[in-house]
């Protein structure tokens, strides 16, 4: 039997190229999006390669939205072997001038949706006594960033939550990693101006942006057999961008 993987924020960027590589892995994927017709189409690439793929449409950041959609997958799919905590939100702009509003949206979309599937997904790992978790944070969680007071404060909070899962659930077998990406080609980044895209290619070793192919390639391996030994690790994935 297929392995199940459960990606966030799969109708796009990161979330569609990590769906499309664990298809290709051979897990079923159980995608999940606000963006319909998004998901749609990532669920037409992931059949090709022969998996099973179902469409969760859901807020994220909504606890209960989590609950319903979690037993939802687990009815349709069988298990839930993977789960993907990648779906994400920028609200960016500097402190002093930074509404109360877009804080709490960025905490609550980037930082309370790993709460609401991990405490509904592990459930189900540790019943199973086996399961992988990734979670994307970034190297502004690492590092800060100015201009990006909420973000950082999200993906800082990933990298705790995903050390302390780690403590928490190793004795049942289930490995929890976070994944710190640089500056990714994604619709995320597209919103930069020129003049920021052009100070952030200066700053970067290898003086390009990564793919979201190439975050995949490293969930795959985080996902797959020969990361067992691996947890509470936050991976950059930067082209050295903070060497
Ligand atoms: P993206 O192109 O903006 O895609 C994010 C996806 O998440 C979108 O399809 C979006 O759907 C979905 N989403 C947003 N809020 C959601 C919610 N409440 N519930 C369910 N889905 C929701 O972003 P990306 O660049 O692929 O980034 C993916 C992840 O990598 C994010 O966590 C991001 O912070 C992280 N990351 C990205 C970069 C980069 O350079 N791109 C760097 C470091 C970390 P809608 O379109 O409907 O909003």
């Not at 970067?204 to 975050?215: C, D, H, L, N």
């Amino acid at each position: 039997m297929k392995k199940t993987a459960i990606i966030t924020g799969a109708a796009r960027g990161i979330g569609a190229a990590v769906a499309l590589r664990l298809a290709s892995d051979g897990f079923n994927v159980a995608l999940n999006d606000l963006d319909e017709a998004g998901l749609a189409e990532t669920a037409e690439a992931c059949k090709k390669h022969g998996a099973k793929a179902e469409i969760y449409t859901a807020d994220v950041s909504n606890y209960a939205a989590c609950e319903t959609m979690v037993k939802k997958i687990k009815e349709d799919l069988g298990t839930v072997d993977v789960l993907v905590n990648n779906a994400g939100i920028t609200r960016d702009g500097l402190l002093a001038r930074m509404s109360e509003e877009n804080y709490d949206l960025v905490i609550s979309v980037n930082q309370k949706s790993i709460f609401n599937m991990m405490k509904h997904c592990l459930a189900i790992m540790m019943k199973q006594r086996s399961g992988r978790v990734i979670n994307l944070s970034s190297v502004a969680g690492l590092h800060g960033n100015a201009g990006q007071f909420n973000y950082s404060a999200s993906k800082a909070a990933v990298i705790g939550m995903t050390k302390s899962a780690a403590k928490e659930f190793g004795a049942r077998g289930i490995c929890v990693n976070a994944i710190a990406p640089g500056f990714i080609q994604t619709p995320m980044t597209e919103a930069l101006t020129d003049e920021q895209k052009a100070a952030i290619l200066n700053l970067i070793a290898m003086k390009r942006y990564g793919t979201a192919e190439e975050i995949a390639g490293l969930v795959s391996f985080l996902a797959g057999k020969d990361s067992g030994y691996i947890t509470g690790q936050v991976i950059e994935i930067s082209g050295g961008l903070t060497i």
